[in-house]
Structures are given as C-alpha cells and as structure tokens.
C-alpha cells in the first residue's frame, strides 16, 4: 500500500544506515585506537580484567627498576668486598715477611701495613651506590640508606585469586657482612676488619689483634714471633669471613638476576595477555571496514530510491 503518511520502505532503509553507521562507527573506532575493548562499555568484564592487569604490570615494572637498583647495590659492595680481600691478603703476606725479621726491617714492613690498613678505609668508604654502603655503616643511623641489619630488595608483586596483594623481597645480611660500623658499642657488635681477636682468630672482647690496628713494630721495638703468629692467625680468620661474605653476595647478585630476567619475561606475557583480550585484529577490522563502506554505500542509495516512491504517488493525480 502506498501512502502520503507513512514511507515503511524508507523507515526500513533508515534503520538499516543506521545500523550499517553504528557499525562503521565502531570499526573506525577500532582502527584509530588499536583496541576493540577500549572502554569499560565496549565490554565490561574484559575491560576490567584489562585494567586491573595493565594496573599490576606497572607494579611489575617497577619491581624490575627496585631488582636492577639492588644489583647495582649489590654489584658495588662485592666489588668492595674483594678489593678488601685483596688488600688483607696483602697484610697477610706482610705478617708472613715479617716473621723471623730483624727489627728494622719489621719497622719497614709496619710502614706497609700502615699504607694497606688506610687503603682499607677509604676503598670501603667509597664503595657506596646511590648513597647506601654496605660495607661501611653506622648502625646507629637508621635513617641513611642501606645501614639497616638487614636490606630488603623488592623481588615481586603478586596478586592472589582473592585478590590480594602482596609484595615479597630479598634480604642481604649487611651486619653479617659489615667491614666497619661507626656506631658498634663493642668488639662483637663492630665490622669484620675493626672486632679485637684472640690468638685463635675468634672475636672476643678485650682481644689484642684487630685487622686494624695490627703492628709488627710499635716505633721502638718489634713484635715478638709468637705475636705475629697470632696475627696471621686473626687475619686468616678474617679472610675466611670476608670470603664467605663475598660468597653471600654472589649468591644474592645471581638471584636477582635470575628474578629480573623472570619478572621482565612476566611483564611481557601479562601485556601479550592484554592485548588477547582487547587488542583489534586490524586485518579483520580493515577488510570489515571495507564490507560496511559498501553497505553504507548501498543504504544510502536504498534511502534515495525508498524517498522517491512518494514522488510516484503525485503522477497519479496528473
């Protein structure tokens, strides 16, 4: 039935440019951003398992900057740690030397030693990053970086099936490992290279043989034999000590390395995850944009064709 009131084939044609447009719309919208779920009404539930996602891969990442800084941390005090073994071999191969050693040459081979304990101090002073030394602390100052018992590295975030977060860390044993601390009250509190020893090389209050302050000559006479015996003896414990430290720092360096690279391999995934779930396959939405270009074509001219059918209702009363 043709009527002057109402056009049913034009209104059908309009309908379905509309929803061919509506269409086009979104595929556009998916070409320009990359994303077919873009926003939380595009698709609720991916969108905020999206979100939350992107949201813990920051945490990730950040997680990755906190493992290289402590690696560098760490980095710096093994290097210091084995410049210092370095130098208390030396001591050692002074002590060894000066055994048997007439008295003027052991006042000679104390000038050495002197010249190996002052390089001990500065070189472990100077093995600082980022303001944090661990191998020379004041572990009254609680407030400077890295002068804590123990240090905590942030290793990673993780999120459980509740929902809850969590984040866990790696510690490095600094007081075991401390060659000074500017605030020990005493020999069994204070650094590997400042604790007073006794003859078997053990730590022990009022002990007469600190690395530090080891002399085989005190200006006027020379130390007895039996005294540098001792001597090597406290030094070779020290060493022991300060390898085992050194050892401990190798093992905390590998670990984080093996948990960077794993974190760095965990933000990757979670992002490939995302992208599953709302990234646009741009091959299927270009050539679906291509499909609705021609229906929009074809609507329009259906619109064109539905609005002329009024104009064949005036022929009839010519």
């Known amino acids: 039935m043709s009527s002057i009131n109402t056009n049913a084939s034009a209104m059908t044609a309009l309908q379905s440019l509309s929803a061919t447009n509506k269409n086009l719309s979104i595929t556009q919208s998916r070409i320009s951003t990359g994303f077919r779920v873009a926003e939380a009404s595009d698709n609720a539930a991916y969108w905020s398992i999206a979100t939350t996602m992107r949201s813990d891969n920051k945490a990730n990442s950040v997680v990755n900057d906190a493992l290289g800084l402590g690696a560098s941390k760490v980095d710096t005090a093994y290097a210091g740690m084995n410049k210092a073994i370095e130098s208390v071999n030396q001591i050692k191969e002074k002590l060894v030397a000066a055994y048997g050693a007439s008295g003027a040459d052991k006042a000679k ?38 002068t804590f018992d123990t240090v905590k590295i942030v290793s990673s975030f993780t999120r459980s099936a509740a929902g809850s977060v969590s984040i866990e860390t790696i510690d490095v044993d600094v007081d075991g490992m401390k060659l000074f601390d500017a605030g020990a009250t005493g020999d069994t509190d204070a650094g590997i290279l400042e604790s007073a020893r006794d003859d078997t090389g053990a730590i022990a209050t009022g002990g007469a043989f600190g690395i530090m302050d080891l002399a085989v000559h005190d200006g006027t006479d020379g130390a007895a034999d039996t005294d540098i015996q001792s001597m090597m003896t406290a030094v070779d414990t020290a060493l022991k000590e300060m390898t085992d430290s050194a050892t401990k720092l190798g093992a905390a360096k590998n670990r984080i390395d093996l948990q960077k690279e ?41 619109l064109t064709i539905a609005n002329s059918n009024t104009q064949s209702i005036l022929s009839l009363f010519r």
């Not at 101090?121 to 009254?140: M, P, Q």
């Open 109 to 146: 081979i104390q000038t050495e030693i002197k010249a190996i304990q002052d390089h001990l101090t500065s070189s472990t002073k100077g093995a600082t990053f980022s303001g944090a030394n661990w191998l020379s602390v004041d572990s009254t100052d609680h407030t400077a970086a890295g």
């Open 262 to 302: 794993f974190t760095q391999s965990l933000v990757d995934s979670i992002d490939r995850g995302v992208g599953q779930l709302v990234d646009a396959d741009m091959n299927k939405e270009s050539t679906r944009l291509q499909a609705l270009q021609v229906q929009q074509q074809l609507g329009i001219q259906a």
